[in-house]
T-cell receptor
Framework: ETAVFQTPNYHVTQVGNEVSFNCKQT?????MYWYKQDSKKLLKIMFS???????VNETVPRRFSPQSSDKAHLNLRIKSVEPEDSAVYLC????????????FGSGTRLLVI | AQKVTQTQTSISVVEKTTVTMDCVYE???????LFWYKQTASGEIVFLIR??????ENATVGHYSLNFQKPKSSIGLIITATQIEDSAVYFC???????????FGDGTQLVVKP
């Protein structure tokens, strides 16, 4: 099956802890993205990698850091989580070209208590 | 700057009718691409349909079609013969030739009632 796979589906943690989310795509795409979706369903770009190179780095707190070992993997680490980090984190990938659409993963829901 | 605006927060329709969701965009790119995505209650986001700015003909896929009005920077999504399972949040999105990512609107919640 070719798709974008995210783990875990759901994570509950306490303020100040560190969390890591994994994303893998088996579509052969060159570019991967992390989006944050808040409770109002707004989608906000966080990071984008093209073939392991960081190409988009929006204004996000320093506690967020992406990690890419190869073009099929893009992980997200959050050091010392805060309550406002509670959200759904969506990973996506796309082939080259501005006319290419995204394939999204199913998301990781983070709850910070 | 790129911007996508969806003014309708929520729409409710009766099944089997036709619904139009509005979207306007801003871009300085001469060539750009417009997308619509659907997010179901489970959270899954899927791509529905795309319009290329240089094409005059409106895109159509199944019971989805677009109303592309370039002079108005508008790209409406039309769903004909709506079904209960069309209930979802619909996102309008855009990517210009100079951009390295897709810009999303805030979404429109569609509720299809029996």
């Amino acid at each position: 099956e070719t798709a974008v796979f995210q783990t875990p589906n759901y994570h509950v943690t306490q303020v100040g802890n560190e969390v890591s989310f994994n994303c893998k795509q088996t579509l052969g795409h060159d570019t991967m993205y992390w989006y944050k979706q808040d409770s109002k369903k707004l989608l906000k770009i966080m990071f984008s990698y093209n073939n392991k190179q960081l190409i988009v780095n929006e204004t996000v707190p320093r506690r967020f850091s992406p990690q890419s070992s190869d073009k099929a993997h893009l992980n997200l680490r959050i050091k010392s989580v805060e309550p406002e980090d509670s959200a759904v984190y969506l990973c996506a990938s796309s082939p080259p070209g501005p006319n290419s659409d995204y394939t999204f993963g199913s998301g990781t829901r983070l709850l910070v208590i | 700057a790129q911007k996508v605006t969806q003014t309708q927060t929520s729409i409710s329709v009766v099944e089997k009718t036709t619904v139009t969701m509005d979207c306007v965009y801003e871009t300085r790119d001469s060539s750009y691409f417009l997308f619509w995505y659907k997010q179901t209650a489970s959270g899954e986001i899927v791509f529905l349909i795309r319009q290329d700015s240089y094409k005059k003909e409106n895109a159509t896929v199944g019971h989805y079609s677009l109303n592309f009005q370039k002079p108005k920077s508008s790209i409406g999504l039309i769903i004909t013969a709506t079904q209960i399972e069309d209930s979802a949040v619909y996102f309008c999105a855009m990517r210009g030739n100079s951009n390295n990512r897709i810009f999303f609107g805030d979404g429109t919640q569609l509720v299809v009632k029996p």
